[in-house]
């Protein structure tokens, strides 16, 4: 087996499908212009981009005017978020998010509540669903924004959305309402207007598109701030230069991953509850973590394997050819253990013995059979050597 | 791929692993919580004092499983002595080097072999039971590994004064504020030195 023959962190990014490095080939050879006007190459992309909105819009139900596209979905996340609290700060200071949201979202509450904003996180029950009752708790006069991670990136929780939805809109005062759709776009349908949202971030690599493109839906109307200042090609969310290739690699792994959503998400589901049943089934003293069945999406599975720590069992898969993750502090760049696991409330061994795996449209049963009866060897072997397995 | 290939063979093929039958010594440092526990079980001839057995269980990743391994190689067949100059140092040169994040889970293997050392020693009435003081702290505080570079906080000059009265530890850190380290070193400090009975309060303070 060589490396990441079987691969499944498709959550962390995902293999570009052939159809989409076919679709960028042409602008990265003779099509390689820059968008502009009057003259033929400049209105060739230019059509380019708005055939390349139009088809991201229609996978949200958005108009084309609402998309903007961004170098991924972290600059996405920014741009709404800086966007919307430097253009609306002078109507209030607080805002809302929760303990267990994709860094992007932490990250820039820290920075904002360094720079004088309140923040209120909403913790999350044992199964990583933050609860509308608690955002309808946190609502102040002053709360200005209210961001959330529409599917968990750790351990796949879906998000009450459309009872945030309700509780925003009773609030009584404007809260802008921002969403990361990063593990959500094409692993369930989405409409932003069924979903409420003003803001809404996607990522082209986590659906077999290219690394570096992504996505922002701005309802027509609102108003954000401008973040990067720069030469203004397309419109001024969007400064400096375009990568089309990239683009159009996008714009067809949209087409390809909304061609038929409903069934490819079954098919999904039927891969990770397959793998999840075989894990179950194989390996003794296995927790699943975060909630079972729909509640979750439908790619994800993350288990802690006790007794054992994860970098060991991720570094013994690799060898074996397999990519997972795994939620331990030893596998982090901070070594510090998975903020996520332990706000639901997982200790330190079940966050360090933690492996997510995540698949794809690409995964086989026989990939994941693979993957569980190397799984089992590997868990074997380690808990002979642990201290902690008593059944020595 | 960050590991040596030593590292690797003795992850995926460590020596002298498994519970041993009625050792003469034996010893855990870590805990899950801290995310790594290793036992070392020693068995020791009492006239030549020759380290005849060792063998250990962890509990840790891939660095934690290969330094556990070669360090217990390393002891086999030393006397007490010889193999109380045995050093995480030595480990990790015997490893063909670890990389720098992951040097402070090597620590934790040798630290665990000198305390069976230790613990075999005071139970055959060879050494009293060491008495705590300014010493033990700073003997802790060197087997804290700074991530970024690999390397003990002590010899990289971040521990600035060692204080110890009445039960009172105070330590000044020279970690700055924006350092991504910072919270780990502390954590680590805590970890090492809250199992120490004698210490009734521990003061930590950073610039």
């Known amino acids: ?3 990441g023959e079987i691969y499944l962190d498709n959550c962390m990014t995902s293999k570009p499908a052939p159809e989409v490095l076919k679709a960028m080939q042409p602008y990265l050879t003779e099509k390689f212009w820059y968008p502009g006007s009057f003259i033929s190459t400049g209105e060739a992309i230019n059509d380019a981009l708005n055939e390349f909105k139009g088809i991201v819009a229609k996978s949200l139900a958005a108009k084309p005017n609402e998309i903007h596209f961004t170098g991924g979905g972290t600059m996405a996340n920014n741009i709404a978020i800086k966007g919307l609290l430097t253009a609306n700060s002078d109507k209030g200071t607080h805002i809302i998010c929760s303990a267990v949201d994709y860094p992007d979202l932490l990250t820039n509450a820290a920075f904002f509540e360094q720079n004088g904003f309140e923040v209120t996180y909403l913790p999350a029950d044992k199964d990583g669903l933050v609860s509308a009752a608690e955002l309808k708790a946190a609502i102040k006069p002053e709360t200005i924004l209210f961001m959330t991670t529409i599917v968990n ?3 796949g929780t879906i998000q009450p959305m ?5 509780v925003l809109a009773d609030a009584g005062h404007k809260i802008y309402f921002h969403a990361d759709a990063g593990q959500a776009y094409g692993k369930m349908p989405l409409d932003v207007n069924e979903l409420g949202v003003d803001t809404l971030s996607v990522s082209a690599h986590k659906i077999h598109g290219p690394q570096g493109a992504g996505a922002l839906f701005v309802k027509t109307g609102t108003k954000l701030g401008q973040l990067i200042h720069g030469v203004s090609r397309v419109d001024n969310l969007q400064t400096g230069g375009v990568n089309i290739a990239l683009l159009a690699g996008f714009a067809k792994a949209v087409e390809l991953a909304f061609a038929d959503l409903p069934a490819q998400v079954d098919k999904l589901y039927e891969l990770s509850e397959y793998l999840l049943t075989s894990i179950e089934k194989t390996i003794p003293h296995v927790e699943l973590n975060g909630p079972r069945g729909r509640k979750r999406a439908a790619h994800n599975i993350n288990v802690t394997m006790d007794y054992i720590e994860g970098e060991a069992m991720t570094m013994m898969l690799d060898l074996q050819g ?3 993750a795994t939620g331990s502090a030893c596998a982090s760049q901070g070594l510090s253990a998975n ?3 332990m706000a639901i409330g997982k200790n330190h061994m079940q966050s360090h013995g933690s492996l997510k795996f995540t698949v794809s449209r690409y995964t086989t049963r026989e990939d994941l059979d693979f993957a569980v009866a190397k799984l089992a060897e590997i868990t074997t072997e380690l808990r002979k050597r642990s201290p902690l397995y008593k059944e020595h | 791929m960050q590991y040596s290939q030593k590292v690797l063979d003795h992850f995926m093929h460590p020596h002298n692993v498994g519970k041993m039958d009625n050792p003469d010594a034996t010893a855990t440092e870590g805990s899950p919580a801290c995310g790594d526990q290793v036992t ?4 020791v001839n009492e006239d030549s004092k020759v380290i005849e057995d060792v063998s250990f ?6 660095s934690n499983i290969a330094t556990a391994s070669i360090i217990t190689d390393l002891a086999k067949g030393k ?3 010889e193999a109380k100059q045995i050093t995480w140092k030595d480990a990790m040169e015997a490893l063909d080097g670890l990389p720098p994040v992951k040097v402070h889970c090597s620590v934790l293997a040798a630290d665990t072999l000198q305390t069976a050392i230790s613990n075999y020693e005071i139970a055959k009435g060879l050494k009293e039971v060491p008495l705590f003081s300014k010493d033990t702290i700073v003997d802790e505080l060197k087997k804290i590994i700074y991530p970024q570079v690999g390397e003990d906080i002590v010899t990289l000059k971040m521990v600035k004064y060692v204080g110890f009265t009445d039960g009172e530890v105070i330590i000044d850190l020279n970690i700055a504020e924006f350092d991504t380290w910072r919270d780990n070193v502390v954590e680590e400090i805590r970890e090492h030195l809250e199992k120490y009975p004698d210490i009734k309060d521990l003061k930590i303070n950073l610039p």
Do not use: F, N
């Open chain 1, 339 to 341: 903020y996520v696991l």
């Open chain 1, 153 to 155: 990136h750790v351990i």
């Open chain 2, 40 to 43: 070392v079980y020693l068995k």
């Open chain 1, 1 to 3: 087996m060589s490396s």
């Open chain 2, 79 to 81: 006397t007490l002595d």
């Open chain 2, 57 to 62: 269980l962890s509990y840790g990743c891939a």
């Open chain 1, 162 to 166: 459309a009872e945030y939805r309700q």
């Open chain 1, 322 to 324: 397999i990519t997972v």
